[in-house]
């Protein structure tokens, strides 16, 4: 339970920094915490110092002081508190939520009995704590719009995206499957925590005489120049498919085709390629851009085969 009132309390931090205003506040503790200052130039296996500040801008005193601190899976908590709770969530993230129970009289500053300290983790490269605070009790926060706060923490690190060149055999009228795998070799896990969008984008091109018969739910059909095909599902010549949000250093991602051999050839080759699902040329994390590409080919079965 520990964990769903972190989240609850970090949820509604959120809401009320994209909402909150700050006008027509209502008498009462208001608690309030500094904007997050990005951290570059981080290293993995650096031990770094997380500032927590609270300061009451209202009128009242507030009975405690709630914080709830939420930390990415490149980031592992080194200070520990009494007054906190610690839950492990999916995606290697961990909330603490914590309770303090001294007043916070008004235009006190209330920090943390030692400082937040956290270490990072082999796999860093774009991670984040949040932070969100309320006051203890019964009494509601007189303004919630400054109750959050997000520090950004840029790890100097590398990611080896990589696709797996795929050889396939059919006859004329076969179907055969067809895995597009993509991996990453780390030591770096990426993810778009913010956003939530994809990664990569697995930009697949069909191999001439085959048909995409079978399409994976997160792939989209194109034009060979790479224009949506809203309305078509299979026998596209060209399929974008989108990574999740967050690949962890060696994973693999795959997206499973069918491919029908409309006409037997000898060897044909389509390709497949790994590629920054926001247009860019490159991965910038990436050092070995080489091996983000590979053949996609399908040789033919039997007598029927055309040269």
Known sequence: MAGVAAAALLASGTAAGAEGT???AVPGPDLAIPDGRPMTGVQPGDVLRVPVKVTNKGDRPAAGVRVAIQASSGLEFVTRYEACTYTPLPRGYEYADCFFPDALAPGATFRLPRPLRMAVAPDAYAERVDTSVAPGGDAEDADTGDNFSTVEVAAENTADFRVRRAELTGAAGQAVPLDLVTR???PATIANLGSGEPVALVDFRVPPGTSATAVPRRCAAMTRDG???????TGAPRYWCRTPARVPAGARVVFPF???VERSLPE???RVRVRPADGGAAFPFDPVPGN???KVVVRGAGPGAVA
């Not at 224009?227 to 599902?233: G, I, M, N, S, W």
Request: aromatic content about 0%.
């Open 22 to 24: 700050g006008e027509g």
């Open 292 to 294: 983000d590409a590979a």
């Open 258 to 260: 069918e491919l029908t």
């Open 227 to 233: 224009r949506p095909l809203p309305d078509q599902r």
């Open 268 to 270: 044909a080759a389509g």
């Open 184 to 186: 990453n070799r780390g």
